[in-house]
């Protein structure tokens, strides 16, 4: 597997990322959904990256940088490739890139029911705990809000 930097240029990433805002906007009640769109992902101060097997995409997954934490943005695992560990692979080079960017914490925002259950099931295996509303985010009984010291 091989993770790296994209710019957004490629036409599977471009897919899967369509797939990933579409599947937010729909299973998000109205008011609760915060996944950003292409041109969102391209502002300044997020870096975006996609994990490859040759050139079979296997996932997704951006960091975007505030003042004083990085936050997860577009983790999503190819549908063809859930259960090989590429999304375990793409949270891991997440924290390390926050890690070398000198950030003391990662959070994230994601939703509830059933398809945001493994998601979060990653997320607490990796160490992220609730944490308290952060960059406009409110947590609520869709919208959960999760945080990882980095050491």
């Known amino acids: 597997m091989d993770i790296r930097r994209t710019d957004l240029s490629e036409p599977e990433v471009v897919a ?6 579409a599947e937010m906007q729909a299973f998000s009640p109205p008011g609760t959904c915060h996944v950003l769109d292409l041109s969102g992902l391209k502002a300044p101060g997020i870096e975006v990256f996609a994990a490859w097997d040759d050139a ?3 996932a997704i997954g951006a960091l975007k ?3 004083g934490f990085a936050e997860i943005k577009s983790m999503r695992a190819h549908p063809d490739a859930r259960g090989n560990g590429a999304g375990k692979a793409i949270l891991t080079a997440l924290i390390e890139r926050a890690r070398e960017l000198g950030y003391p914490a990662i959070k994230l925002e994601t939703g509830s029911g059933e398809l945001f259950e493994a998601a979060v099931g990653l997320y ?11 960059a406009g985010y409110t947590a609520g ?8 010291a980095l050491k």
Do not use: I
């Open 141 to 148: 009984n869709f919208n959960k809000l999760f945080s990882l």
């Open 56 to 58: 079979r995409l296997l």
């Open 65 to 67: 940088t505030h003042d």
């Open 16 to 21: 899967l990322l369509e797939l990933h805002h």
């Open 124 to 134: 607490r295996s990796f160490g992220f705990e609730p944490c308290p509303d952060f």
